[in-house]
Structures are given as structure tokens and as C-alpha cells.
């Protein structure tokens, strides 16, 4: 079964630069995911693709801070020169031939 | 620029149907897939399924089927999402979402929609 599996939380201070993780199920490292961002009281937002040879694709407009990257089984996603508003939940996202819409669990991000 | 504008918020009584519409602009509706989401209070995102716009097949997740139906209306390039027999558990935030070109990745999002479920 394609799972996905992300760490609650996460945090980092303002400026600096977070890693989050996102971990493909067993059998499962050859997938693609995407990144989405959740802030407060706004809607989803697409952020980028990272496929499992580590080359990422971002959305329509957004910025180079945010870069994705892979290893084996784990999908990244790094955040550079954190500002506040990076403070948000970021889900990871794929698919397979019959669910379409797989979700992991969320990564809340605090900013310090 | 690819826009999906859904429609308002809803308010139902615990038994009743609600029906959801995305409205599609900026590319030609027959040719992605149009999926439904929802995300209840403080949880994550749970997918519902998705439609073909252009066929109308469609596909939904094992807990939803027999509860949810997904139409489209290829003239006014608008998508529906109806949900019947709703509890206090389908409270939740609705959305419509298109994937990009080539994967499956959910690149458009819509505004969502606030469906409250309460006697």
C-alpha cells in the first residue's frame, strides 16, 4: 500500500534554512511527490514536484528559496532565508493508478 | 491563467446532501482530470476522487463510495461534487483540484468551499 509518512513538526529560526522530509512506502522509492503549503486561514498552495532521481519542478511564481531534493526512498523539501510568513503546514503528495490523490500526514513549520 | 472557482459555503443538517461546483477557466476543461479534496478541522487532506470531464468516468476513495457522486457540465465547463447522508464528521473544507501536465501532482487549487454539518 502507498503510504506516506512525514514528521509532525519541524521548526527553525528566521533566516536560517529547514529540510522536511517526506518517506515513499516500501516498494514505492521510484515515485514522484509533490509539495504543497498550507498557511493559516489561506488556501493550499502548490509548491513544487521532486522526482526520485532528485530533479524538482516549482509552481507558477514560486521563489527560489524553495528547492526539493531525494534520496532512495525520502523526498526534501528545503526552505532557504526563512522568512515568518514560511511558517505553515507542508503536506507531501503522489499517486497511484487507482487513488489518485495520496496525502502524508503534514509537517507543521514554526519559525523562531 | 488557470483559475477553479468554487461555489459558497454550505450549512446541513445531518442526513441531508450538499452539492459543491468548481467553475474551470483558463484551459480547455476536457482535458485534465478534475479531483476533490477535503481537509476537516485541524486534520490533514483526505482525497474524495476524481472525473474525467471529457468521458465522465470517474473513481473515489474506498470510504466514500456509494456516498459520493462526481458530474461535470461540459458546457459550462463546471465539475460537481455531491456528498449525501452527511454526519458531523463530513465538516470539513471542500476543494477542487486540477493536476499539471504530464504528473499527477495537484498544481491547481481551488478556493475551497466550507461545508458545516450541524442540527
Known sequence: QLVLTQPPSASASLGASVKLTCTLSSGHSSYAIAWHQKQPEKGPRYLLMVKSDGSHTRGDGIPDRFSGSSSGAERYLTISSLLSEDEADYYCQTWDTGVRGVFGGGTKLTVL | QVQLVQSGAEVKKPGASVKVSCKASGYPFGNYDINWIRQAPGQGFEWI?????????????????????????????????????????????????????????????????LVIVSS
Open chain 2, 49 to 113: 476522487g476524481w472525473m474525467n470531464p471529457y468521458t465522465g468516468n470517474t473513481g473515489y476513495a474506498r470510504q466514500f463510495q456509494g456516498r459520493v457522486a462526481l458530474t461535470r457540465s461540459t458546457s459550462m465547463n463546471t465539475a460537481y461534487m455531491e456528498l449525501s447522508s452527511l454526519t458531523s464528521e463530513d465538516t470539513a473544507i471542500y476543494y477542487c483540484v486540477r493536476p499539471d501536465i504530464g504528473y499527477y501532482v495537484f498544481a491547481y487549487w481551488g478556493q475551497g468551499s
